[in-house]
């Protein structure tokens, strides 16, 4: 039994989908049907029961994702204990939104116990690279948001928030329960500087090209609404200063909390600390797209 193949079906097993397991894998979903086929015949038990909606587990297949889980979180144990008496072990890990979110919080406490011997070096981005440095070798692995280029990148997604639009407390749509994308047609929105990923640009500007003051960190958007009237987007539940209030955006795709880092990169406190990551996250109560 390879860990790779008991990797493999921890992802069936959690996305509960042969499609998503394969693209959180990024690998075709054939190779992992037949992989996971190979690992019932082996074990000579069924594991997963098919239906075009999807998998489900059976019982030995709940028992093997439970030992699999604890098996993949030893193997990364090991892996970074070598790594950690061969040299020091540092990751520095890059932060894109909120350090306090529940999920980051976790994420925290769950890296210091397994790995207390490895040094996190904490990178904090902002809105011009919502890789946080990735790219430029400033960063290992990055808790950020998408959407972003992810050429040469591995992409895992954690969770999915809901947006809303950010509005002086006295703007007249501050007391509408929801809103319309296009109800904010011809108001100002807060920018990026030119250079910004546009993909990132085009989500944060509701997809429309906008006119408005450039920003550059979190704090910048909230400012510009406030001394401005400028309005812009943010995820529901993120707090906003008194004078502010967020409503909810109808019909707009909610963003992507995910993690990222480089392919290649052979850094071996990446996988578990990824592996750490989707863990957390489930667990804070968010739903990753």
């Known amino acids: 039994m390879e860990l790779r193949t008991l990797r493999y079906f921890v992802a069936v097993a959690e996305e509960l989908h042969f499609g998503r397991a394969a693209a959180r894998l990024h690998m075709s979903q054939p190779p992992l049907s037949r992989a996971v086929r190979h690992l019932e015949a082996g074990l000579g038990a069924t594991l997963l029961l098919r239906s075009p909606a999807g998998v489900s587990l059976t019982p030995a297949g709940a028992v093997l994702l ?88 591995r992409v895992r997604a954690l969770r999915a928030d809901p947006v809303g639009a950010v509005l002086r407390a006295d703007d007249p749509l501050a007391r509408r329960a929801s809103l319309e994308l296009v109800e904010l047609a011809g108001r100002r929105w807060f920018r990026f500087p030119e250079g910004t990923d546009p993909l990132w640009c085009a989500y944060w500007s509701g997809g429309e090209r906008r006119e408005g003051p450039v920003v550059r960190a979190v ?71």
């Open 66 to 153: 439970d030992e699999a889980r604890a098996l993949l979180g030893r193997a990364d144990r090991v892996r970074a204990r070598v790594a950690a008496a061969a040299g020091p072990a540092v990751l520095t890990v890059g932060l894109l939104g909120d350090g306090t979110d529940l999920g980051a919080v976790r994420l925290a406490d769950a890296y210091r116990e397994r790995h207390p011997g490895s040094e996190v070096r904490v990178r904090e981005g902002d809105l011009t690279d919502p890789t946080c440095g990735l790219r430029a070798g400033a960063v290992d692995v990055a808790l950020t948001r998408a959407p972003f280029d992810e050429d040469g990148l």
């Open 219 to 289: 704090q910048e958007c909230r400012q510009a609404v406030l001394w401005n009237g400028t309005v812009g987007m943010t995820p529901l539940g993120h707090d906003v200063p008194g004078g502010l209030v967020t409503v909810p955006l109808s019909g707009m795709a909610p963003s992507r909390v995910v993690v990222a880092w480089n392919e290649g990169d052979q850094n071996p406190l990446i996988p578990p600390f990824v592996r750490l990551a989707a863990a957390a996250y489930r667990r804070s109560g968010g739903d990753a797209a």
